[in-house]
């Protein structure tokens, strides 16, 4: 699972690890309102793959983890607090945390471990009439029971 805008028009990518690991994964759901799209992957030998499911939306004060490769950093993981929603941006919830190009597509896993979230953009605002991005403004989109009954229904296809 990554962000739609990581896949943006291609089916087919590559997806390699750390340990030099290359298969084909190819786009299987993209959601219309969410940031967010699906790649179907044959197994990974140095990845256990994580499962979805069905929890309650995310509550202001809960801790998400996420891994990412912002700037030239490789699988920099950071600690992030739920702190509310973005209703102009299809109610995506934000966290206090940090945040940098680079990290587009990671998955936010709760103290349980699991997949609650997608990250999806970093918080900009403008000073001086030039853009700035807020790196401790995480944008995400979380992944909810209808997600996860859109995502089942393509996959069984």
């Known amino acids: 699972i990554t962000a739609a805008h990581v896949v943006d028009n291609s089916e087919i990518y590559y997806v390699t690890t750390q340990t030099k690991e290359k298969v084909l994964g190819q786009v299987v759901w993209v959601s219309k309102e969410k940031d967010m799209a699906v ?3 044959p197994r990974i030998n140095s990845r256990v793959p994580a499962s979805l ?4 939306l995310l509550e202001v004060g809960q801790k998400l983890l996420y891994t990412g490769y912002p700037a030239d950093y490789e699988l920099l ?3 992030a607090t739920v702190s509310g929603r973005a209703p102009d941006y299809h109610n995506a919830i ?3 945390g ?3 190009f680079g990290y587009s597509g990671a998955g936010a896993f709760d103290a349980s471990g699991r997949l609650r979230a997608v990250v ?3 918080g900009v605002e403008s000073f001086r009439m030039q853009p700035q ?3 401790t403004l995480v944008y995400a989109f979380e992944i909810t029971k209808e997600d996860v009954e859109s ?3 393509e996959l069984n296809k």
């Open 98 to 100: 940090f945040v940098w």
């Open 53 to 56: 499911s069905k929890v309650p």
């Open 120 to 122: 999806v953009a970093i």
């Open 39 to 41: 790649l179907r992957v």
């Open 77 to 79: 993981t950071s600690r």
């Open 133 to 135: 991005p807020l790196e």
């Open 151 to 153: 995502i089942r229904e």
């Open 94 to 96: 934000l966290m206090q």
